[in-house]
């Protein structure tokens, strides 16, 4: 038997679409409890912050740039949140003039 022949036959080929095969294996979360879980980690990301920069401030062995690192982090996810924020306010702004 050729190579060829011996790889087809060892495997059966897939006819299910990779986007299909991901959202049978994921389990189903909704928007509100995402966006609950990414509020929940950028609280998280600030709280590190804060404590890198109360560390560095009282002499703990804390470089200047692990403590920049993690405020950019914390801002970063804030901003992120801020714009998820006003893209929510501003679809809400179009449901409502909506005329039915």
């Known amino acids: 038997m050729s190579s060829l022949n011996a790889i087809t036959a060892a495997r059966p080929l897939s006819i299910v679409p990779p986007a299909m095969a991901l959202q049978e294996s994921a389990p189903a979360t909704s ?19 804060t404590n890198s920069i109360e560390n560095s401030l009282i002499g703990e062995d804390l470089s200047m740039v692990e403590s920049f690192t993690a405020v950019r982090e914390a801002d970063i996810a804030l901003r992120m949140m801020m714009q998820i924020r006003n893209k929510l306010v501003d679809a809400y702004q179009e449901l409502q003039q909506l005329r039915f």
Do not use: I, M
């Not at 509020?39 to 709280?47: C, F, H, I, M």
């Open 31 to 49: 928007f509100s409890e995402l966006l609950s879980a990414s509020w929940e980690q950028t609280q998280a990301l600030n709280a590190q912050a």
